[in-house]
Nanobody, 123 residues
């Protein structure tokens, strides 16, 4: 299994970024892909997840209405569109594959993780 995130960068508050999560090595349509983030000095937290099997999405309360996750099954890629970014969104963002097909924001359900991509939001 290979998971590679990209698209991070530096953006001003109020701006937007789109992260990509390119995957390979498993049946993309059967599993849930999650987005997580970890800010300096803080624990890793869930951002969103997308069940490719069911088409169901969950979002953390902190990002609802601002972030949207989607997938391109032909490319085995999941995206995280982040709008109205805030300085509190600054973190390393990770993509991960769940060992289940149902939507789940519990990091313990995720087996394979990418290396992360840095998102920095300046005020």
């Amino acid at each position: 299994v290979r998971i590679v995130e990209s698209g991070g960068g530096v953006v001003q508050a109020g701006g937007s970024l789109r992260l990509s999560c390119a995957t390979s090595g498993f049946t993309f349509g059967d599993y849930t892909i999650g987005w997580f983030r970890q800010a300096p000095g803080k624990e890793r937290e869930a951002v969103s997840c997308l069940s490719n099997r069911d088409g169901i999405r969950y979002y953390a309360d902190s990002v609802k209405g601002r972030f949207t996750t989607s997938s391109d099954n032909a490319k085995n890629t999941v995206y995280l569109q982040m709008n109205s970014l805030k300085p509190d969104d600054t973190a390393i963002y990770y993509c991960a594959e769940s060992r289940f097909g149902y939507p789940d924001l519990d990091p313990g359900s995720y087996t394979y993780w990418g290396q992360g991509t840095q998102v920095t939001v300046s005020s």
